[in-house]
């Protein structure tokens, strides 16, 4: 996978908003963002705007990682 930052603040804390990483499959062929937030996880598929995203929690997040 290539995954690149897109947007990024100077501060190290991750703020409401968060953070946006877009991921290309290695063709390059665009497969989604993820978007990190203090509150929740969302992964939008292609080009999806994050509103529209599938979100979860991150104790949902975690559960799910923790339970395989």
């Given amino acids: ?12 804390d991750i703020k409401n908003n968060g953070i946006e990483l ?6 390059g062929k665009r497969l ?3 978007v990190i937030s203090k509150a929740e996880i969302i992964w939008c598929k ?6 529209n995203g599938k979100k979860y929690s991150w104790s ?9």
């Fill in 22 to 27: 877009e991921v290309c499959a290695p063709s």
């Fill in 46 to 51: 292609g080009r999806i705007d994050r509103k």
């Fill in 60 to 68: 949902k997040f975690i559960d799910h990682m923790e339970s395989k």
């Fill in 32 to 34: 989604g963002d993820l």
């Fill in 1 to 12: 996978m290539n995954v690149w930052i897109k947007k990024i603040n100077t501060k190290i």
